[in-house]
């Protein structure tokens, strides 16, 4: 399993082979494992699983986009009076299983806007990206290392419970409330 395995690299004792910290060598292959499964697309990239799967597609809200003004079809889902856009399970995901592996916060945050750079070159991450970020650090906190008793609805709650307005493109007031909001042509 990767994550046992970065675990492993990031928590090996100290080691020097001559003048060459063994250790600095583990943690740059611990983060070269960690990108390669976190990355746009990569295995842990929940996008294209949510958007592809039809049993998501045929409950997902569709709205307009803010940003292109096409109709997502399959990017927002609901949960009690808002929509929350995709993207939040894979950073809330990215964040949880990261401080599990033994990475810390600030190499998280830092690795979420340079990945943000390098697929814009205009942005780092979005305060939604970072809000949700700092949720898993919270349900980390609260539920520790291997999530044993950590349950969906832990996750919910605590979406619900953050302020809409950390959540500027992410967590939207559901369609059906929101009188400003464009709807898809049909």
Not at 166 to 180: G, L, R
């Amino acid at each position: 399993m990767v994550a046992q395995k970065i675990r492993y690299l990031i928590e090996s004792e100290p080691l020097y082979v001559g003048q060459v910290d063994v250790n600095e060598m583990n943690y740059i292959n611990a983060l070269t494992l960690w990108t390669e499964k976190v990355g746009d697309k990569k295995d842990w990239d929940h996008k294209p699983k949510i958007s592809n799967k039809s049993e998501l597609k045929a409950v997902a809200v569709h709205r307009v986009s803010d940003l292109t003004g096409r109709c997502l079809t399959s990017h927002y889902h609901k949960y009690r009076d808002f929509d929350y856009f995709y993207d939040v399970w894979s950073n809330i995901h990215y964040g949880y299983v990261g401080l599990s592996v033994g990475f810390d916060e600030n190499t998280l945050l830092l690795g979420s806007n340079t990945q943000q750079f390098f697929q814009s070159f205009l942005k780092t991450g979005t305060p939604d990206d970072i809000t949700t970020m700092k949720i898993s650090f919270e349900l980390h906190k609260k539920f520790g290392k291997y999530a044993e008793k950590l349950k969906p609805q832990d996750v919910l709650d605590i979406l619900d419970k953050t302020p809409q307005s950390k959540f500027p493109t992410s967590k939207k007031t559901h369609i059906c409330h929101d009188k400003t909001a464009q709807r898809c042509k049909k």
